[in-house]
């Protein structure tokens, strides 16, 4: 069975768009005709078998995501039913590649499966925490809480990505202008000034010198300098990929830099204590959050000893002894946790915890990019000094033999 959408006019020529299951197109249209409708045009948007094993394989982008979590969410705590829902949404949407996922998880809805099992067919769509927090709302009957929440998770980490985009744009088009700017000055500029004091058979200064030394280097060698500038890192991603072992150590190298390291625990603890908390708050076991937060942390190195706690936990220990016996989680984060197993508001101290994790990142953030402009600025200046002063030294010489 497939799903088509499709475009009709009624009775009274005014036009109506859908989606609706069918075998064939042909029987799709027929369809529309038993409800009286003449049908303008007909697609299909979803298949069972080869068509749902490509769109399940399908990304859809986190803002696309996060925005239809939030709308469907109003649909259902509007009283509309999960398929009318799935219809509205498909028809709201603009993005070809999401409406055709929506329509293939509307047509294994229609076909009597679970929502969580049919997203799971799409699961390059719907990540492991979206899928699970959907099974707790379909058991609990707090689907549209549990989805509103879900949005928010979704619509508070594209804002944090935006963030972190929108603050690092500067800074790279500052050093990629500036960039370009030096290598002009150095490969065209420099060369001809400085070929007039050659011609004076002076002797020029080091700096001067050695400035010469890098133009005719950076203008013989510029082809291997930008192969290598690109080669090199894709190299060493290759690498990193092939070989786990590698990439452990890399991680962990990275968590011992004096200011970035910190700031790669802060992210990855932020992203775990958020995950967690909408998890736990929306009643999936302990054990299962755990499992599925382990997605979401981009280190290596904190990811396995994530899973040495989960061992512990499975075990019988604590959740917050389990996070402190590697001493790589905040403290901070470990006793709220502690705080909530005590207490019984686990879900609760886990938003708190989202919530300090997340403030200590923006702030760490901003003092982080606070710092690097003006160092950049610095810098660039610094670089650009040096090439005025080696071109204008050998004048102030010229100039001190005329006197």
Known sequence: MAAFNYRALDASGREVSGVLEADTSRMARSQLREKQ??????????????????LGRQGMPSSMLSLLTRQWSMLLDAGLTIEQSLTALIEQCEHKGARQILAGVRAEVLAGHSLHMSLGLYAGAFPPIYRAVVDAGEKSGELPTLLNRLADYLEAWQNTRQKIFQALLYPIIVTAVALAV?????TYVVPQIVGVFKQ??????????GLI?????LRAGWFWLLLGAIGAPLSARWLLKRDTALQLRWHRALLRLPLFGHHLRTLDSARLASTLSIMVGSGVPLLTALETSKAVIANLFLRQALDQAIRQVREGSPLHRALAADRLFPPLLVHLIASGEASGTLGR?????ATQQQNELDRRTAIALGLFEPLLILLMGGLVLMIVLAVLMPIIEINMLMK
């Open 349 to 353: 101290m886990l938003e708190r915890a």
């Open 213 to 217: 030394l890098f133009s005719d280097f």
């Open 182 to 186: 030096i290598v002009g000055l150095v």
């Open 37 to 54: 409708l003449f049908p303008i045009e007909v697609t299909t948007v979803g298949r069972i078998g080869a068509e749902r094993t490509r």
């Open 200 to 209: 004076t058979k002076q002797a020029l200064p080091l700096l001067t010198r």
